[in-house]
């Protein structure tokens, strides 16, 4: 597995890379947002460390550049705790995020976590079908009236959950559980984030037939029509 690490910190960058390859991973790493875009091009990268403020290119711009061709993994670092941040980032296609200063073991965990779900969607049996969604675990592409739609990972890892388990109604809080971990530290606001993104992207798609419905108050469930 290989990580690309991108921030502008050079003190950062060392730390990051440090706990990475302890973990096992290799790296590559880069110093601003242009050199990030021409290494995710070049290398076979597996998923991103992306910091928010860059010189060249800002990590939001370099986010769409890759969400606008790759599925990747990406999380976001940010030296705010600002919701603008963290909403922003999560709108655009990042998976997760972690604000300045963090803990580099808390990040090597989230990594690892995303990278595990990651395999396990890949080696899960056979897919399913809901009106004219088919979500072909196997290969982890999600077809709408036969056209593929691209996901993230989370955005696939909640589908997932929801299709496997039809009517069942998941808190905010279960989701954050199941999906981000339970030592996850943010808020329900990311599930709704999430989830908003995800129905945008179904719904412009054409689905039909299924849909992921809002119990006021209470959460979500996956809804097939008779």
Same mark, same amino acid.
């Given at each position: 597995?290989?990580?690309?690490?991108?921030?502008?910190?050079?003190?950062?960058?060392?730390?990051?890379?440090?706990?990475?390859?302890?973990?096992?991973?290799?790296?590559?790493?880069?110093?601003?947002?242009?050199?990030?875009?021409?290494?995710?091009?070049?290398?076979?990268?597996?998923?991103?460390?992306?910091?928010?403020?860059?010189?060249?290119?800002?990590?939001?711009?370099?986010?769409?550049?890759?969400?606008?061709?790759?599925?990747?993994?990406?999380?976001?670092?940010?030296?705010?705790?600002?919701? !603008?941040?963290?909403?922003?980032?999560?709108?655009?296609?990042?998976?997760?995020?972690?604000?300045?200063?963090?803990?580099?073991?808390?990040?090597?965990?989230?990594?690892?976590?995303?990278?595990?779900?990651?395999?396990?969607?890949?080696?899960?049996?056979?897919?399913?079908? !809901?009106?004219?969604?088919?979500?072909?675990?196997?290969?982890?592409?999600?077809?709408?009236?036969?056209?593929?739609?691209?996901?993230?990972?989370?955005?696939?890892?909640?589908?997932?959950?929801?299709?496997?388990?039809?009517?069942?109604?998941?808190?905010?809080?279960?989701?954050?559980?199941?999906?981000?971990?339970?030592? !996850?530290?943010?808020?329900?606001?990311?599930?709704?984030?999430?989830?908003?993104?995800?129905?945008?992207?179904?719904?412009?798609?054409?689905?039909?037939?299924?849909?992921?419905?809002?119990?006021?108050?209470?959460? !979500?469930?996956?809804?097939?029509?008779?």
């Amino acid at each position: 597995m290989k990580l690309l690490l991108a921030d502008d910190n050079e003190a950062i960058r060392d730390i990051l890379d440090n706990f990475a390859r302890a973990a096992g991973y290799e790296t590559v790493m880069a110093a601003d947002g242009e050199q990030a875009w021409q290494l995710f091009c070049t290398e076979d990268i597996d998923l991103i460390l992306l910091d928010v403020m860059m010189p060249k290119l800002d990590g939001f711009a370099v986010c769409r550049k890759v969400r606008a061709c790759s599925d990747v993994p990406i999380i976001m670092i940010t030296a705010r705790g600002e919701d !603008y941040d963290r909403i922003m980032g999560l709108e655009i296609g990042a998976d997760d995020y972690v604000v300045k200063p963090f803990s580099a073991a808390e990040v090597m965990a989230r990594v690892k976590a995303i990278l595990r779900r990651l395999s396990r969607s890949g080696d899960a049996g056979q897919g399913r079908q !809901y009106g004219n969604l088919v979500f072909q675990e196997e290969s982890g592409r999600v077809l709408v009236a036969g056209k593929t739609v691209r996901l993230t990972h989370k955005e696939a890892d909640l589908l997932l959950l929801f299709t496997a388990n039809p009517g069942q109604l998941f808190s905010r809080d279960k989701l954050l559980d199941k999906i981000w971990g339970m030592d !996850y530290t943010g808020d329900t606001r990311t599930v709704d984030t999430h989830i908003r993104r995800l129905r945008a992207k179904l719904e412009q798609a054409g689905l039909a037939g299924c849909a992921i419905g809002t119990v006021w108050g209470r959460g !979500y469930r996956w809804e097939v029509m008779a």
